[in-house]
């Protein structure tokens, strides 16, 4: 991680919270705190992109992108074939 176009975030943790992080830090060699931070909040992005899919999945609302089935059709559709 580069710290030229960081910025700076100041949290407080729960001791329990701040334990683990210092072990996670050093289990996984990593060079600061910061590092594990910023694994755990991309972590977090991924968890919540996967919850998103998984909506959109259960929404039904698909695209066959091979045939466009399930995208809205318009006049000038006839154009192309």
């Known amino acids: 991680m580069t710290y030229d176009t960081a910025q700076r975030v100041t949290v407080s943790?729960?001791?329990?919270?701040?334990?683990?992080?210092?072990?996670?830090?050093?289990?996984?060699?990593?060079?600061?705190?910061?590092?594990?931070?910023?694994?755990?909040?991309?972590?977090?992005?991924?968890?919540?992109?996967?919850?998103?899919y998984a909506e959109y999945a259960r929404s039904g609302e698909f695209v066959d992108l091979e045939t466009g089935d399930g995208m809205e059709s318009s006049e000038d559709d006839n154009l192309w074939t």
């Open 13 to 52: 943790l729960p001791p329990n919270l701040a334990t683990y992080l210092d072990e996670y830090q050093k289990s996984h060699q990593l060079s600061s705190r910061s590092e594990a931070v910023v694994q755990a909040i991309q972590a977090l992005r991924e968890k919540q992109l996967a919850e998103d």
